[in-house]
């Protein structure tokens, strides 16, 4: 089974994935998390690029270099341990390509940013993706103490249009579930393994 998480920046999702993690390991499941773009030497070299603040990098070659990483990340990883049986947790996956690439840079036609994506996920779909909702306001007051990287630094009106893709996503997406991350950790968790819980034995 296939897992993601999306969602704008500070919305938790590490901290959740953690404690989704900790609960389905506790039922037995074989577990599996990586985070997107990263997962393999090659994806996490990737991410290097794309992250680094002193870098110039044409939207573009973001889009290809966001498919690339991921590419790699399900061809070595998801897809065999899928294969065998095991749950995979992804930490954001296509669906932030769209988001971010899509709507946010607009660096080419929505259609094409799908097609992208078919091929650079090998043509693995989510079983169910976790979509933690925040406002952009209290997105900025979570990470504003934190250091920003380069897609961090892409000012308001770029994670207006991200957060506007998203709930895009939501309303043409079945497999998106809209869990409120404005709630504590542990309600938010509570949350997921109810949504859950109709999918698998948990
Ligand atoms: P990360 O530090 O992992 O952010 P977060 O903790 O919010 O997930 O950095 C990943 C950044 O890359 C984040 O700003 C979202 C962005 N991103 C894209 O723009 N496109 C993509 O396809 C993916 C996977 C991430």
């Known amino acids: 089974m296939l897992i993601t998480f999306e969602g704008i920046d500070g919305s938790g999702k590490s901290t959740q994935i953690a404690l989704l993690r900790e609960k389905l390991q506790e039922k ?3 577990v599996s998390v990586f985070r997107e773009p990263g ?4 994806s996490e070299m990737i991410r290097g690029m794309l992250l680094n603040p002193e ?22 990883k998801v897809k065999p341990l899928l294969a065998d049986g095991k749950v995979v947790i992804l ?8 988001a971010y690439q899509g709507y946010g840079r ?9 097609q992208l994506n078919k ?3 090998h043509g693995l779909a989510p079983d169910i993706t976790f ?15 934190f250091e920003k990287d380069r897609m961090e630094q892409s000012g308001d009106s770029f994670f207006q249009k991200v957060y506007n893709g998203f709930e895009e996503l939501l309303k043409t997406e079945s497999r998106f579930k809209a869990i409120d991350a404005n709630k504590l ?11 859950l819980g109709e999918h698998l034995s948990i």
């Open 119 to 121: 091929v650079a996920s």
């Open 131 to 145: 979509y933690l909702r925040l406002s952009l306001e209290e997105s900025a007051l979570r990470t504003a103490q």
């Open 28 to 30: 037995g499941h074989e």
């Open 106 to 114: 607009e660096s080419m036609p929505l259609a094409e940013i799908h």
């Open 55 to 76: 870098l110039e990098i044409d939207p573009v070659t973001e889009l290809l270099l966001f498919s690339s990483a991921r590419s790699q990340l399900i061809a070595e």
């Open 91 to 98: 930490d954001r996956f296509y669906d932030s390509t769209t």
């Open 185 to 195: 950790p542990e309600e938010v968790h509570a949350d997921i393994v109810s949504v």
């Open 39 to 42: 997962g393999t030497d090659i």
